[in-house]
């Protein structure tokens, strides 16, 4: 007797048809289809050949500064003007706001596949710790139907925005599980990775660092966040968003960051619709693409995954929190259309994601917690081109979204609204 029986859906690109159980949250088998089981199941979803995969990873999202198009009075015309726009807005952000936009963002994520997120809630003198708050109430609330995880994340800068080094520390008192840094907003990149590494040692907590978000060649933090990496003995607990000026360097010279970057087991994640709508933009000719160079990286070793980052505000004007939108634009613009780049774009989204984060136990195995998401589309690839609405999502073998269901009901998230 299992809780929950899916028959007849595809795990993987081999096209093998399978029958998974599911017994109180976790994966109980996963055997041929109709082979020798006569499970009896409280509730049986007929797979009809569909695609199943683990639930999607959202390794790097803005909750809080989400769906600002309408309180914008121009676009960012760069990075930094980016920067001083969102500044300039968030001194109107209330707790009720944060939490309302956070909220729309997450129903978007939830209903697109997404299990499991890493947030990166702003600390600064402009927000003190409502950001962090806000996002540390949805990880309480939501913890049945999304594994949230919380970065302390000084977009602002620590040095230059004096009192937020102060306030880093109070959030991590808080709850926040990761330490974030911004290698392009303080002056001194010393300084600045004196205190990030610092903080990680003295909390024991792992670190998340936007990282050499440009096209210049010559940012190059990733270098030295690699040195650091080794030396505190973090390998595997120090990811880099961003990343996008490896992009504008001589192979021979990316290749061999990619190295250090393997070596310390530092995973990238890119971010390719902020990094394409924010990059480049300088070049008068001969644009250049500023992405981070995926499958450099990946030839290397390096994991890498793939990220939301922003949702409809000054940095990224665009997107709606669905982690296929943004692997398929990868996809398009890192050359990666074939058959097997669909899976590798697949895995970007579930399980290299799952290593950046170190989730535990994750993915489609006996024992494994039943986040999934079932499609009627029977490859990767098709999934990948057709970006489909019609979605089924479980947390831990419960059932949070169907976006086959018109309208889209999540009762769930009725509840949470009301506690507001
Ligand atoms: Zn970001």
């Known amino acids: 007797m299992v809780d929950l029986l899916i028959t007849d859906t595809v795990l993987s690109g081999d096209g093998r048809r399978m ?21 009896v199941a409280a509730h049986v979803v007929q797979g009809k050949g569909g695609l199943l995969l683990p639930g999607f990873v959202e390794p790097h999202i803005h909750l809080e500064k989400a769906y600002l198009l309408d309180a914008m009075d121009r676009e960012a015309e760069s990075l930094q003007d980016a920067i001083r726009i969102t500044a300039q807005l968030k ?23 997404v299990t499991h997120m890493r947030c990166h809630a702003e600390v600064d003198p402009i927000l003190g710790l409502r950001a962090v708050e806000s996002a540390l109430r949805l990880k309480q609330a939501l913890k049945h139907q999304l594994d949230i995880q919380v970065v302390a994340f000084p977009q602002e800068g620590v040095f230059k925005s004096p009192g937020t080094a102060g306030l880093m520390e109070e959030a991590i008192r808080l709850g926040a599980d990761v330490i974030g840094g911004i290698t392009y907003q303080d002056t001194s990149l010393r300084e600045h990775l004196d205190f990030a590494f610092g903080l990680a040692e003295k909390y024991g907590k792992p670190l998340d660092i936007h990282a050499d978000f440009s096209d210049n060649p010559n940012d190059r933090a990733v270098v030295e966040i690699a040195r650091r990496t080794i030396a505190a003995g973090m390998q595997g607990q120090v990811v880099a968003g961003h990343v996008t000026s490896l992009g504008s360097l001589p192979e021979h010279e990316a290749l061999e960051i990619a190295e250090h970057l393997c070596l310390a087991e530092i995973s990238v994640i890119t971010l390719p ?11 008068a000719e001969g644009s ?11 030839k290397c070793g390096v994991n890498v995954a793939v990220g939301v980052n922003n949702v409809r505000n000054p940095f990224t004007p665009f997107g709606k929190a669905d982690p296929l939108e943004v692997a398929w634009l990868l996809a398009v613009t890192s050359y990666m259309g074939g058959k097997r780049d669909a899976s590798t774009l697949t895995n970007m989204l579930t399980y290299n994601a799952a290593q950046a984060l170190s989730i535990e136990n994750y993915g489609l195995k006996v024992g494994a917690p039943a986040d999934m998401v079932l499609f009627r589309e029977q490859s ?3 999934v990948l081109l057709n970006k489909p609405e019609t979605r089924t999502v479980w947390k831990s073998g419960v059932q949070v979204a169907c976006s086959d269901a018109k ?5 769930w998230l009725s509840g949470v609204i009301e506690t507001i």
Not at 97 to 109: G, K, V
């Open 273 to 283: 619709m902020t990094d394409l709508f924010l990059n480049g933009r300088g070049d």
């Open 407 to 411: 309208p889209l009901e999540l009762p």
């Open 288 to 298: 250049c693409r500023g992405l981070a160079p995926v499958k450099l990286l990946r």
């Open 91 to 113: 001194s109107s952000f209330t707790k009720e706001d944060m939490y309302r936009r956070s909220l729309t963002a997450i129903r978007e994520a939830v209903r697109n596949g």
């Open 19 to 39: 029958d998974v159980g599911v017994s109180s949250g976790m994966i109980a088998f996963i055997a041929p289809c109709g082979e020798g089981r006569a499970e």
């Open 380 to 382: 990767e690839r098709e």
